[in-house]
C-alpha cells in the first residue's frame, strides 16, 4: 500500500469526523477495543517484564500467587517467578495480542522499535501506519506511543484526554493479576513524557478507506461526508 493522497485523506477525513463528535466504532474497530476490554474486565494478567502470553485461568493464579510471594523488582519477575511465562504480559506484548486476538494480522515489535523504525518498515513489515504525533488525529484503537510505554487509545474527549487501556507497572501497579488497566482522561500529549508516535493498524485504515469511499459513492452531490455513528 502507498502513501497516496487518497490514502492521506482518509486518515484526516478520519480525524475530521471525530473532531465534529463523530465517533466510529466500524466492525474491526470494534473487534480490537471489545478484545482489549475483555482482557480487562475477564482476566487477571499480572505486568512482567518480557512476558508474552496468557494461559489458562490456572496459569495466570500460579503466576500472581508467586509474585505476591515473593515480590520480585519489575525487571527480574520472570526469573524469580518461572510460572508467570504462561500467564503473564507487559505493554507491548499487549497490544500485539489485542491485534492477534481481535482477528487483525500481527507481528509483535518492541515499544523501542515502534519509535524507531521509520514509516515504511512499520507498515511492510508490521502493518502498522504512522500518523504523526498529533493527538487530533488518533482514533480508538490506536496505538499511543511513548518514550519506553505504549497504550491502546479506548475514546477520545474533546480536551486532548481520552481513556486508554494498557499494561503497567511500577507505581501504578496495584497488586498481582491487576496488570490490565483503564485509565481514563489521561493527558495523551504527555502521559508518559511526550507523546512520540500514533500508530494504526492498517486494516482499520482500510476499514475506514472503504467506507469513505463507499459514502462517496452514494452521495448525491459526490462528495464526502462524516458518517453517522452506527
Known amino acids: 500500500m502507498r502513501y497516496g493522497k487518497l490514502f492521506l485523506s482518509v486518515l484526516l477525513l478520519a480525524s475530521g469526523w471525530l473532531a465534529l463528535g463523530q465517533t466510529l466504532f466500524l466492525p474491526r474497530q470494534q473487534r480490537v477495543l471489545d478484545q482489549a476490554r475483555y482482557v480487562l474486565e475477564h482476566w487477571s494478567i499480572s505486568y512482567v517484564y518480557g512476558g508474552s502470553s496468557w494461559g489458562d485461568r490456572n496459569d495466570c493464579e500460579q503466576c500472581n500467587s508467586c509474585l505476591a510471594a515473593k515480590k520480585p523488582d519489575k525487571t527480574l519477575r520472570l526469573a524469580v517467578c518461572p510460572s508467570c511465562s504462561s500467564c503473564s504480559l507487559d505493554c507491548s506484548h499487549f497490544t500485539y495480542e489485542v491485534f492477534k486476538h481481535a482477528g487483525l494480522s500481527a507481528r509483535y515489535l518492541t515499544t523501542a522499535l515502534m519509535n524507531r523504525l521509520d514509516a515504511p518498515t512499520l507498515l511492510r513489515d508490521y502493518h502498522l501506519v504512522d500518523i504523526g504525533r498529533r493527538s487530533q488525529r488518533a482514533l480508538p484503537g490506536d496505538l499511543l506511543v511513548y518514550d519506553g510505554h505504549v497504550v491502546m487509545l479506548e475514546k ?15 507505581r501504578d501497579l496495584r497488586g498481582p493479576g491487576l496488570g490490565v488497566q483503564r485509565e ?33 459513492r452514494l452521495s448525491p452531490s459526490g462528495g464526502a461526508k462524516g458518517p453517522a455513528a452506527p
Open 156 to 170: 477520545r474527549h474533546r480536551d486532548g484526554r481520552g481513556d486508554i487501556i494498557h499494561v503497567t507497572s511500577g
Open 184 to 216: 481514563r482522561l489521561a493527558a495523551i500529549d504527555s502521559y508518559r513524557g511526550p507523546l512520540l508516535r500514533i500508530l494504526r493498524h492498517v486494516e482499520l485504515v482500510q476499514e475506514l478507506r472503504h467506507v469513505f469511499l463507499e459514502r462517496k
